[in-house]
Structure formats: C-alpha cells, structure tokens
C-alpha cells in the first residue's frame, strides 16, 4: 500500500486504515444477518452481558434508540432475539438471544476468525495474538477511573455515583 510520507507512523491514521479494511471485509461477510456488522455487535453483547434492555443495549454499542428499534425488529423478525418483558418493570423490554441467534451468531463468530486470519496474514501468530490482546485491553478499558484520577490529581470535584455525595 502506498502511503504519504510519514503516514505509517501517524496513529489515527494507521488505525483508521486497518478499520477501513476491518468494515469492508465485514460488511461482506455479514451481508446475509440482519442488521450486517451491526446486527453482529448486538447478538455479540446479548451473549456476553445476557438479557439487557434494549436502552441499555443501544447505550452500551452506542447505537441511537430509534437504530437499535429497527434493528431489533429485524433480528427478531428472523427468530434471532426475543423481547421479552424485565421481570422487575413489565414496560421494560429485555433482549435475549434465541436457539437459532446462538447458532447464527456461532456460524458469524467463524467466519469472521477465518476473515481475521486474512486481515492478520502480514503479521506472525504470536504478532497476532499480542495484537488481539492489546486491543481487548484497550476496547474494555474503564474510561470513568481515569477521568476521577485525573480530577483528584487536579483538585478538582468528583461526580459521584447516584445517590451518593461529590468528594472535594
């Protein structure tokens, strides 16, 4: 790949470009589910976290609430989430995966480690998995514990959490 010069060591650059790549060979891949990469993202979360609200789904991918509506009609229109009243305030709606969205989901989770193995070729395996690694450090990094370091360091007045009083 050709570069300007200087480029390849610019940081937002390079992860823009390897992103680019990412949501290219993603979007192929997907085009068949429901909601394509996004789709993906929500069948990913609802196994990880387990039943959630749709609210708290759509804040937790960053998704607008009336996306995360349309999406949700659509997996659920293919057997692959079910809504399913919270048992703790019936007006609340909680997405859980269907039979057929774990074995959708665990078809998608393959293909896409065989189109990752194409992404990655440049690299040796263990250049991959440090790659993997680092990345899941980063993504699962907790943003709120800085951000309070930070302002104690400054002296500055912490938010606290819900019903509890700001430190000083």
């Known amino acids: 790949m050709t570069t300007p010069e200087n480029v390849e060591t610019d940081f937002g650059w390079t992860l823009f470009a390897v992103v680019r790549r990412y949501r290219h060979l993603t979007d192929e891949l997907l085009a068949d589910l429901p909601g394509g990469p996004r789709g993906y993202q929500v069948l990913m979360a609802s196994q990880q976290a387990g ?8 804040q937790y991918l960053g998704l607008d609430r009336t996306v995360m509506t349309y999406l949700l009609d659509d997996l659920e229109s293919a057997g692959l989430v079910a809504r399913r009243p919270d048992p703790a305030d019936r007006r609340v709606r909680r997405v859980e995966l269907t039979e057929e969205g774990l074995a959708v989901l665990a078809d998608a989770r ?14 040796t395996p263990r250049q991959g998995e440090t790659l993997r690694t680092l990345l899941h450090q980063l993504a699962t990094h907790d943003d709120s514990a800085d951000s309070a370091d930070e302002a104690e360091r400054r002296d500055e007045p912490v938010a606290a959490p819900r019903g509890g009083r700001r430190r000083s």
């Open 110 to 123: 393959h293909r896409l480690r065989g189109m990752e193995a194409t992404l990655l070729a440049p690299l």
């Open 51 to 58: 039943p959630r609200s749709q609210l708290a789904l759509a």
